[in-house]
């Protein structure tokens, strides 16, 4: 009925309240006074999913009649966080959601609180795609994210006696209100096996691929709103299941229990994330996962196309497919094949549309980091990818021939096959051949992959790289997380057009010295404090003072990142307080937050050290009224969330050169927090934003680093001829901080000193004295502030808004399609 229709997707309080109520019984089978707050959170959930239905619908009918070219974001990680309250924002219905939920007599906040993140992924990579897609949806970009329904997203990370220990993920057990089973989208992935030419019915030569083994992927559909616009795109993610017709072969002979176990191994290609954020050798799961997504995502991609559209010649005209790393790079040789073996087409025009569909992001330069598998087990898993992949490489080879006469040394570092010991594909290789476009995220390192990585490359084909620095979403990252400055904002500015329209908050500029205005902007970093400072007591058992500096280092544990560094500057400090050295010290609140990969020896003991300096720290009565640590536990987009607004300093300190972007920089800075940082990734960029006096600036540029590399570097000199370095790290070694163990953080500390691959001490006593400067500047409140605004007002650059619209304008070439409200 009419009056039925009204209450599911309509927007008053009273709709709102009333599809709570129906959807409570008739989902959830409850009613209010029996209710588990798991329940209220179905309820409000589901409430919330039925207003983005109908957009979707709507959204879904427009792009297949207008046949409008759509987007495929292909990555093996999507870290979503929760979706309800940014649902609420992007639909305008969070305030009066809010009131409804006040008549219920509900705890909106517990409810909140109550959701499960999807965690699939992890780090910067992942949350990257996620923040895409919300900026794909908002710029009325048609675009289809394809990625892994992984069963267990990252591990959650527990503390135990300051190690951390990784508990498995289980995201999926209360069930997932958001996602949409599509058993009848459903596609099977082949591996191993062997490959046979044979005679089509015109006699011509073709390949068949015969597999040792096929497995199904099924389609979980989640829907992404954009914000304040009808426009819904998708979220495809594919689960492992076990083929019917190819493991029930077994099943017809009469083993049961074989085919039983087939479904089990089918699954497990789905069943888990790989909790790193660079490649371990031989992980032949991680490859199976990456040919899964990718298969069923062309394949999905071409039933789409044939089913709209019609003849595959014009399917590059149709989709771009953009590749998040090399993760799905293997998507350029199975295109090829699927082109060719199962759609008859010749190589050459399989070859030109498997170039002008995609495109590819590289997001880092650390060799380490660069993913290749070895010729011996692609050989055992994908027989027919590999002779593409050679045949791509013998075609391209020979163009470098003819390019360049007699530079056999540039042939063989180009080619996509790395001959030096164990051969192994050059995935990046693969990827930048078979694409149109390569970016960097960031200018430096766009730079860096021209002149470095891919050097040979650009100077093949130098209309081929571009640079889109990254961004993030301001509705999670400021409306969503921060609701106290989006509104003082949105005061200020005397309206909320900034929310879609970023560049908007440089209005703030001009009230930068009105003391209103300061005052409010204080209250409300203040509040924000405070609510951080009672989490984390209830969490970690740590009190902190909001009066103190908030000086936060969130981001996953590395080497290059060098949380230990940080960890200098704290025992520093410490020293100095001990030492009754400083007079009028700035209180400070040391937190840190992230993951370390469960097999990274040393990420794992900077975190024990961490938390064995809090230890000391915190127990210390003579200095723990001017400084506190804690190691938040578990960071993730959910607590990351609680972090955010409270911060009033941005630890962005890697070694410059290394980090290709970061992104959390971004979100620090989105909500009045100071970046101490050095010249690295987007920081750069930042500070040319928001004014070289309102950055903390510090260390060796990337230039200096690689001279240094060059001349030889000797980390030994700088801790003899720095006593106060020496000093910190030998406090290390005394045992201070490990109940008189010397020997514990001793891997630490001799790398340090013997090796220290990211040059912590050659960059030590500039980050300590940039901290003085940090310390005198946090003295004068007011001017703290003001620098606090400037830093808001002007980043409106680092929405991902702008950056989807250069990769729309500059790299895939497509126009927004707009869906009427
Ligand atoms: C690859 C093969 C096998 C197993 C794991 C992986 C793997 C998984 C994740 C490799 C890398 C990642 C993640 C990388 C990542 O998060 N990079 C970050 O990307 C951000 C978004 O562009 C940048 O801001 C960061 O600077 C970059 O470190």
Redesign the pocket.
Known sequence: SVEREHTRTGMSKAALKQDFLDNLFYIQGRFREVATPHDLYMAAAFTTRDRLLKRWVKSAQAFKTLHARTLCYLS??FLLGPHLANNLVNLGIIETSQEAGQELDLDFEAILEEEEEPGL????????AACFMDSLSTCQIPAIGYGIRYEFGIFDQAIEDGWQVEKSDTWLRNGNPWEIPRPKIRFPVLYGGHTEQYRDQNGEPRMRWVPSWVIDGVAYDTPILGYGVGNVNLLRLWKAEASESFDFQAFNVGDYYGAVHAKIEAETISKVL?P?????AG?EL?LKQQHFFVSCSLQDMIRLHLNTVGPLDDFADKFAAQLN???PALAVAELMRLLMDDHGMTWDRSWEMTQRTFCY?N??LLPE?L?TWSVTLFERLLPRHLEIIYEINRRFLDEIRMRFLGDEDRVRRMSLIAEDGERRIRMAHLAVVGSKAVNG??KL?SELVKSTLFKDFNALWPEKFHNVT?GVTPRRFMVVSNPRLARLITECCGHDDWIRDLDRVRALESHAESSDLQAQWKAVKLAAKRDLTEWLKHVTGVQLDPAAMFDVQAK?IHEYKRQHLNALHIIRCYQELKQGLLKDPVPRAFIFGGKAAPAYFLAKLIIKLINAIAEVVNNDPEVNGFMRVVFMPDFNVKTGQRLYPAADLSEQI?LAGK?????GNMKFSMNGALTIGTLD??NLEIREAVGKENFFLFGMTAEDVLEKQIEGYRPWDYYHGDHELKADIDLINSGLFSHGDTKLFRPLTDDLINHDPFMVLADYRAYIECQQRVSEAYRDQQHWVRMSILNVARMGYFSSDRAIREYAKNIWGIAPTPIDL
């Open positions: 093996a990680e992924g992890n780090g910067g990579l992942g949350r990257l790989y790193n954020d660079e490649p371990e992980k991680r790393d090399t993760h992001t997001h880092t980091a993913e995220v960031a390192h990254n996953r890697s980090e290709a972007s970061g992104t990734g987007a």
